[in-house]
């Protein structure tokens, strides 16, 4: 049997070759690559060719192709460090009679030549040297296709349980670009595949948890943990913002250096709306008992027959408190003989000295809440002041302005029989509408403070502006009766 040796290593071709005429066997030449091995076989016509797989310019598969297909007579023995079914395989399509794992040469090699000089070798293939012993190509292609069959299935479930599954999964890259996405985290984010994969995490990321986020990824690239679990918020594309809880965990290859991150992300706003809710609801709980606290505590004076001025003072301090104002103040009714009738100023919260001062008296035909209260006898609101028909070029309008106030609610006080004995008012620095529950909380204060103003009545006069105005601060006193003088 004549034989051409193919390897780029001139030492490997020199033990094949050593190999070979110590069996009796010819080798008629050598080949340093797959493009000289097909000259070679053009020039010498061998029996046999003894190929390397992995070689320069032309690798040992490709030329083995091209041998067979000009020689068809001519049988090739494959020589391979590995005896990887893949590799099998493509010899196998090539056409070589045979496949030698190159470990085993000294012992394989010899018994593979002899067993292709055989007619039924030539449609099956052997493998020799394997460790899994020497076995026919077409076991090996059987065991392949089942592996890869097997694979297949895998990677299919894979699939299917990644596409499919109830919370969002992603692939990130270690500088954050999105990799891979499931429907589910599409869905969660408001974007569609292509959007996302377009995108890191950071362009979609809240702003105020994007620090955090590279601190753990900065730890989790460099090993430092493996895994990290945060809560975390995501502005969806609608510009909703979406909670999220979400575990990201390193993947790394057989050198331990990162390949990429898996993250689950979980949509978690719902419970997060809840516990802000229950967070609300227990601040409003907690508000509500203080505020019935402070209503128990004034009528508990009132049946003691506590100070009146301290009373009013109490008054307008809980009417800041139910309704959440920045400002309050009550007023007495005073009937001007053959005049309209005017609101004294009693008591009061937050307004200005100016406003003190030009609040001090109300009547009738005012362009305030309390003029149209007084007239009506029913509670007017005015979510905002500047869009108010009534107050519109009045100098009302002007203090409010000056005083900082936005918006305003008067409620008239009025006695068991139904008169109106004088008036009770917040403002607030914004636009704004009282609540039913303010209301109806406050409503309860105004009878109160009726009750109040109807049993000092009784008892004599109620004090005066002057009175009035000596409970306020001294810096606010001075400057009302500077501007009085």
């Known amino acids: 049997m004549r034989v051409l040796v193919v390897d780029d290593h001139e030492i490997v071709r020199r033990g094949v070759r050593s190999l ?21 076989v053009q020039e010498l016509k061998p029996d046999a ?35 990887f079914p893949l590799i099998v395989t493509q010899a196998a399509h090539a056409g070589a009679s045979a496949y030698v794992v190159k470990s085993a040469i000294s012992t394989d090699l010899l018994p593979a030549l002899v067993n292709v000089r055989h007619p039924k070798w030539v449609s099956t293939p052997y493998l020799f040297g ?7 190509v077409q076991e090996i ?39 891979r996405v499931n429907r589910k985290l599409c869905e969660v984010l408001g974007y569609s595949e292509d959007e996302l994969l377009r995108q890191r995490v950071v362009d979609v990321a809240h702003p105020a948890d994007v620090e955090a986020y590279r601190v753990q990824q900065a730890r989790l690239a460099s090993g430092e943990i493996s895994q990290y679990a945060m809560e975390k918020r995501y502005v969806r594309k609608d510009a909703t913002v979406v909670w999220t809880r979400v575990t990201v965990s390193r993947i790394s290859d057989a050198k331990l250096m990162l390949r990429y991150f898996v993250s689950v992300v979980e949509d978690i706003t719902a419970r997060k709306q809840a516990e802000h809710a229950l967070v609300r609801s227990e601040q409003e709980l907690a508000r509500e008992i203080a505020d019935l ?14 100070n009146g001025k301290t009373l009013y003072e109490k008054i307008v301090d809980a009417a800041l408190s139910v309704m959440r104002s920045e400002y309050a103040s009550m007023q007495l009714l005073e009937p001007q003989p053959g005049k309209m009738d005017e609101l004294i100023l009693l008591a009061f919260r937050g ?3 100016e406003a003190a001062q030009f609040w001090q008296r109300v009547a009738t035909d005012s362009g305030s809440t309390c003029g149209v209260a007084l007239r009506t006898g029913k509670r007017v609101i005015v979510p905002d002041v500047e869009k108010c028909d009534f107050m519109a070029g009045t100098e009302d309008l002007t203090t409010y302005r000056n005083t900082g106030i936005q918006a305003v609610q008067s409620t008239p006080l009025l006695s068991r029989s139904g008169q109106v004995v004088g008036m009770i008012s917040t403002h607030w620095k914004q636009v704004h509408t009282p609540a039913e529950r303010d209301l109806r909380m406050f409503d309860v204060l105004a009878r109160q403070a ?19 105005l000596s409970s306020a601060p001294e810096n606010l006193r001075a400057e009302s009766k500077g501007r009085a003088v």
Not at 27 to 33: H, I, K, L, Q, S
Not at 130 to 136: E, K, L, T
Not at 452 to 463: D, H, I
Request: charged content about 25%.
């Open 351 to 353: 307004f200005s000295a």
């Open 293 to 306: 606290t402070r209503l128990r505590d004034i009528s508990t004076e009132l049946i003691h027959e506590g």
């Open 141 to 179: 292609l059987q065991r392949a296709a089942a592996l890869e069959a097997a694979l297949r299935d895998s990677e299919e479930r894979y699939r299917l349980a990644f596409e499919e599954a109830a919370i969002g999964i992603a692939h990130i890259a270690s500088n954050g670009q999105w990799l």
């Open 130 to 136: 394997s460790a899994q012993g020497n076995m026919p």
């Open 450 to 468: 009726a009750d109040l103003v109807e049993r000092r009545k009784s008892e004599g006069p109620l004090p005066g502006v002057e009175e009035t």
């Open 20 to 40: 070979l005429g110590e069996a009796g066997l010819e080798v008629c030449g050598e080949a340093v690559d797959g493009s000289d091995a097909i000259l070679k």
């Open 49 to 83: 060719v003894v190929m390397d797989v992995s070689m320069p310019n032309l690798n040992g598969i490709e030329a083995t192709t091209e041998i067979v297909r000009q020689f068809p007579e001519t049988r090739v023995v494959i020589m391979s460090q590995h005896d």
